[in-house]
């Protein structure tokens, strides 16, 4: 089990970029894949981007693809979302999570550690 802690969230203009980060407790962090979901007003939970343990397979909903980039440091125990191009549709809490499992999910459910989540607003 690892706990996650997520920062950088915020306000920004329609176009601009945020860096979202995970902090990560537990020496199996580097064992887990880790996705980041996001969640608008009113709206269901949806995934947002996947990445493997290693950082060599990454999944991203059609959405943002070309857009928001994930990765991961596992020395720093720390994964990230790159987003730019943002759009007022972006806004969203965005979490992160981390999967014990070696395929790649992109199942809430096979998500077993929660963030608390960071909002980010994007303003047109």
């Known amino acids: 089990q690892v706990q996650l802690v997520e920062s950088g969230g915020g306000l920004v203009q329609a176009g601009g970029s945020l860096r979202l980060s995970c902090a990560a407790s537990?020496?199996?962090?580097?064992?887990?894949?880790m996705g980041w979901f996001r969640q608008a007003p009113e709206k269901e939970r949806e995934v947002v981007a996947v990445?493997?343990?290693?950082?060599?397979?990454?999944y991203y909903a059609d959405a943002v693809k070309g857009r928001f980039t994930i990765s991961r440091d596992n020395a720093k125990k720390t994964g990230y979302l790159q987003m730019s191009s943002l759009k007022p549709e972006d806004t969203a809490v965005y979490y992160c999570?981390?999967?014990?499992?070696?395929?790649?999910?992109?199942?809430?459910?096979?998500?077993?550690?929660w963030g608390q989540g960071t909002q980010v607003t994007v303003s047109s």
């Open positions: 999570a981390a999967s014990p499992l070696t395929d790649l999910s992109t199942r809430e459910a096979d998500f077993g550690s």
């Open positions: 537990g020496r199996t962090f580097r064992s887990y894949a």
């Open positions: 990445i493997n343990w290693s950082g060599g397979i990454t």
